[in-house]
């Protein structure tokens, strides 16, 4: 079983910046693909970006591409959403997500076994 708690949201202006957090706690947090997630009132829940185990692999969606980073530190069991430039079209509630996967791949949605709580970012005009 793996816990996940994602912090660092909040309210910021347009084209300011945040960065999430999500720590993870149980078992071997290096085992695990990530991703972060958002879902905005009456919207689905869309991929943002994800990483595979190593770091090695990185994926974003369209609308975040060279805005937003997604890192991991697996010595502090975290990985990490840099957010930039942040548009009042990205306010949503963002859940990181976890599946054990050594496999290198990047995740569809329906393969994470473990989701966060979520935090709200709001990102004023």
């Known amino acids: 079983q793996v816990q996940l708690v994602e912090s660092g949201g909040g309210l910021v202006q347009a084209g300011g910046s945040l960065r999430l957090s999500c720590a993870a706690s149980?078992?071997?947090?290096?085992?695990?693909?990530m991703g972060w997630f958002r879902q905005a009132p009456g919207k689905e829940r869309e991929l943002v970006a994800a990483i595979s185990w190593s770091g090695r692999t990185t994926t974003y969606a369209d609308s975040v591409k060279g805005r937003f980073t997604m890192s991991r530190d697996n010595a502090k069991n975290t990985a990490y959403l840099q957010m930039n430039s942040l548009k009042p079209e990205d306010t949503a509630v963002y859940y990181c997500?976890?599946?054990?996967?050594?496999?290198?791949?990047?995740?569809?949605?329906?393969?994470?076994?473990?989701w966060g709580q979520g935090t709200q970012v709001t990102v004023s005009s």
């Open positions: 997500a976890a599946d054990e996967d050594l496999t290198g791949r990047l995740l569809h949605i329906s393969e994470y076994d473990y």
């Open positions: 149980g078992r071997s947090f290096r085992r695990y693909a």
